[in-house]
C-alpha cells in the first residue's frame, strides 16, 4: 500500500482529496428543507435577479448572482411562485411556497467550497514538495465542522473561499515554479482578488499577495537597496495587477445593475437619476451603470453606518469579539427541529461549531510562527529552511492582518468571519508542521508519516463527534451534554 501511494501519489491524492471533499459537502446539502440565517437575505436577493427587480445590499453582488443563476439553471422550483421574494429583503418562512427546493439556492456555496479542496492542496503541493503532508492537511480542511455547516447553504462564504483559495494557489505555483515573474502573473492572481472582492469585500486583505509576489519577484533589487529598478517595476506591474482586479469588480456590478430592470417595493438609495434609468428600460447603458454604482456605494455606506455594536449583555445575542473566534467564542445555533420519539425528545440542531482538533491546532500553530519570527528577526537564530520561513512569515502576517482589520469595525461580528483567517491559520499550521518535522517527512520516516495520519484520524473523529451540529441529526440531551465541551462556545441546549 505504501509502495502504491508513493508511485502514484501525483494522480492519486488529488483525486482521493477531491472524492472526500464531495462526499462531505453535497449529500443531501438541501436539508435543512427551510430558510436559516441569511439566507433569509440571500435567497431574496438572488430571486430578484431572476424577476429583473433592482435591489442594493451591504455585500458585493457575485454571491447571489451565482446563486440566481445555479437556481434559474436547476430549474427545480420553476412551478412555484416565489415573487415575495422580490418584494422584501427578508424572505419570512411563511412566504416560503409549499414544496420549494433549496439545492438551487445552495448549490454555489456547497459545490465552489468542496473544490476549493484542490486550491487548498496545490497551494501545499508546490509550497512543500510532500505530496503526503499536502493531502493529509486537505483532510484536515475538509473535515472541519464550522466550515462545512455554513458552506452547505445559500451564504457567501463557501463561494468566496473558492476565489480566495485560487489566488493564493496561484501565488504559490508562480512563486514555487522559480520562473520570471511575468505580469501576466500579477493579473490572474488580479482576477481571483477581484472574484474574492466581488462577493464579500474583506477580501480586501489578499492585496497583501501582490506584495508577497513582488518581493519575491524583485527580491535582488530589495538586498541591493536598488530604489529606481524597483519604481520602474512598480510602474508596470501595480496596473497589471491592479486594472484586472478593477475591471473584475466593476464588470460583476454592470452586470449587477443591468439586470435590475424593474422596481419592487423599495427604491434604497437611488437616486431620481437612476430611478428615471430604470424606468425608460436603459439599464445596460454607460450613463446608468456609473449612477447605480455610485448609488449603490451610497447604500452600502449607509448600512454599515446603522448596524449595532456587539452588546453581550443583550438577551440572544449570537455576535462575539474577533479576539475570542480562535477558540470557538461564540458558537450559533443556526436553526433546530424538535421532535419526540416514544417518549424521548430528540432535536436536530443546525450549528456552526468548529471542529476543536482544528481549531486549537491552528492556533497552537500560529504561537509557534510567532516563536519562530520573533527569533529570527529580534534573537537572531538560524532558520533552517529558508524557503519554508518566509512563507510561514506571509501566512502569518496574512491572519494577523485580517484579525487586526477586523479589530477596526465596531460593527458586531460573528465567529464565520473567522473562516478566512481560519484557512490563512491552516495553511500556516501545515507549513509549520513540515518545517518542525521537515527531515523526517522529506524521507518519509514510517514514523513521521504514521503521526500524520494519526492527526488526520483524530481531525476525523472529532468531526464525526460533532457531525449532529453540521447535518442536524437528531440527537437526545444527553448525547447534546457530551457534545457540549467547552463553556465559551455557549451552545445552548433545546428543551
Given amino acids: 500500500?505504501?509502495?502504491?501511494?508513493?508511485?502514484?501519489?501525483?494522480?492519486?491524492?488529488?483525486?482521493?482529496?477531491?472524492?472526500?471533499?464531495?462526499?462531505i459537502y453535497l449529500p443531501f446539502y438541501g436539508q435543512p428543507n427551510s430558510l436559516f440565517w441569511d439566507e433569509n437575505y440571500h435567497i431574496a436577493s438572488a430571486q430578484k435577479y431572476i424577476d429583473g427587480v433592482m435591489y442594493m445590499e451591504p455585500h458585493p453582488p457575485l454571491g447571489k448572482l451565482l446563486m440566481a443563476a445555479s437556481e434559474k439553471l436547476l430549474g427545480l422550483n420553476d412551478s412555484l411562485?416565489?415573487?415575495?421574494?422580490?418584494?422584501?429583503?427578508?424572505?419570512?418562512?411563511?412566504?416560503?411556497?409549499?414544496?420549494?427546493?433549496?439545492?438551487?439556492?445552495?448549490?454555489?456555496?456547497?459545490?465552489?467550497m468542496a473544490l476549493s479542496a484542490l486550491f487548498f492542496y496545490g497551494t501545499l503541493r508546490h509550497?512543500?514538495?510532500?505530496?503526503?503532508?499536502?493531502?493529509?492537511?486537505?483532510?484536515?480542511?475538509?473535515?472541519?465542522?464550522?466550515?462545512?455547516?455554513?458552506?452547505?447553504?445559500?451564504?457567501?462564504?463557501?463561494?468566496?473561499?473558492?476565489?480566495?483559495?485560487?489566488?493564493?494557489?496561484?501565488?504559490?505555483?508562480?512563486?514555487?515554479?522559480?520562473?520570471?515573474?511575468?505580469?501576466?502573473?500579477?493579473?490572474?492572481?488580479?482576477?481571483?482578488?477581484?472574484?474574492a472582492f466581488s462577493v464579500k469585500v474583506n477580501a480586501?486583505?489578499?492585496?497583501?499577495?501582490?506584495?508577497?509576489?513582488f518581493g519575491v519577484d524583485q527580491?535582488?533589487?530589495?538586498?541591493?537597496?536598488?530604489?529606481?529598478?524597483?519604481?520602474?517595476?512598480l510602474a508596470i506591474t501595480v496596473p497589471a495587477g491592479v486594472l484586472p482586479l478593477v475591471l473584475v469588480v466593476l464588470s460583476i456590478f454592470y452586470i449587477h445593475i443591468g439586470l435590475g430592470s424593474s422596481f419592487g417595493v423599495k427604491n434604497y438609495s437611488a437616486s431620481s437619476e437612476y430611478r428615471h434609468q430604470i424606468e425608460t428600460g436603459n439599464t445596460y447603458s454607460i450613463n446608468t451603470f456609473l449612477v447605480?454604482?455610485?448609488?449603490?456605494?451610497?447604500?452600502?455606506?449607509?448600512?454599515a453606518d446603522g448596524v449595532p455594536r456587539l452588546d453581550v449583555c443583550k438577551d440572544g445575542e449570537n455576535g462575539s469579539s474577533p479576539i475570542s473566534w480562535p477558540i470557538g467564542n461564540k458558537t450559533i445555533n443556526y436553526r433546530w427541529n424538535k421532535n419526540t420519539i416514544d417518549g424521548v425528545v430528540q432535536v436536530q440542531y443546525h450549528n456552526i461549531v468548529p471542529n476543536p482538533v482544528t481549531w486549537f491546532s491552528v492556533l497552537a500553530g500560529l504561537l509557534?510562527?510567532?516563536?519562530?519570527?520573533?527569533?529570527?528577526?529580534?534573537?537572531?537564530?538560524?532558520?533552517?529552511q529558508p524557503k519554508l520561513f518566509y512563507w510561514i512569515s506571509g501566512f502569518t502576517t496574512l491572519y494577523i492582518s485580517y484579525m487586526l482589520a477586523i479589530l477596526q469595525i465596531e460593527r458586531v461580528m460573528y465567529l464565520y468571519h473567522y473562516l478566512v483567517p481560519l484557512m490563512f491559520g491552516l495553511i500556516n499550521l501545515s507549513l509549520v508542521y513540515n518545517y518542525i518535522f521537515y527531515n523526517s517527512l522529506a524521507q518519509r520516516n514510517r514514523h513521521a508519516l504514521g503521526n500524520?495520519?494519526?492527526?488526520?484520524?483524530?481531525?476525523?473523529?472529532?468531526?464525526?463527534?460533532?457531525?449532529?451540529?453540521?447535518?442536524?441529526?437528531?440527537?437526545?440531551?444527553?448525547?447534546?451534554?457530551?457534545?457540549?465541551?467547552?463553556?465559551?462556545?455557549?451552545?445552548e441546549l433545546v428543551k
Avoid at 510567532?370 to 532558520?383: E, S
Wanted: glycine residues 6%.
Fill in 292 to 303: 447605480g454604482l455610485r448609488d449603490n456605494y451610497t447604500n452600502m455606506s449607509k448600512y
Fill in 368 to 384: 509557534l510562527s510567532l516563536g519562530l519570527i520573533i527569533g529570527h528577526f529580534v534573537y537572531r537564530n538560524p532558520i533552517t
Fill in 81 to 112: 411562485d416565489k415573487s415575495a421574494f422580490s418584494k422584501t429583503d427578508y424572505v419570512k418562512g411563511e412566504t416560503v411556497p409549499n414544496g420549494m427546493s433549496y439545492y438551487g439556492f445552495r448549490l454555489p456555496s456547497t459545490l465552489l
Fill in 452 to 491: 500524520l495520519a494519526a492527526f488526520v484520524a483524530l481531525v476525523a473523529f472529532a468531526f464525526y463527534i460533532f457531525s449532529p451540529f453540521t447535518y442536524s441529526l437528531p440527537i437526545t440531551e444527553a448525547e447534546f451534554n457530551v457534545r457540549n465541551w467547552f463553556s465559551f462556545w455557549k451552545l
Fill in 127 to 195: 509550497i512543500t514538495r510532500n505530496y503526503h503532508l499536502a493531502a493529509a492537511f486537505s483532510a484536515i480542511m475538509i473535515l472541519d465542522n464550522g466550515l462545512v455547516v455554513h458552506s452547505r447553504a445559500a451564504m457567501l462564504e463557501g463561494i468566496q473561499m473558492f476565489f480566495i483559495l485560487g489566488a493564493i494557489y496561484w501565488l504559490a505555483r508562480t512563486i514555487e515554479q522559480g520562473k520570471t515573474k511575468y505580469l501576466k502573473h500579477y493579473a490572474i492572481i488580479g482576477v481571483f482578488i477581484g472574484l
Fill in 219 to 233: 527580491w535582488d533589487n530589495i538586498k541591493s537597496w536598488n530604489f529606481l529598478a524597483l519604481v520602474k517595476r
Fill in 1 to 23: 500500500m505504501r509502495n502504491l501511494l508513493n508511485k502514484h501519489c501525483k494522480t492519486l491524492y488529488p483525486a482521493l482529496v477531491l472524492i472526500l471533499s464531495l462526499s
Fill in 204 to 213: 480586501a486583505v489578499l492585496l497583501l499577495l501582490f506584495v508577497m509576489l
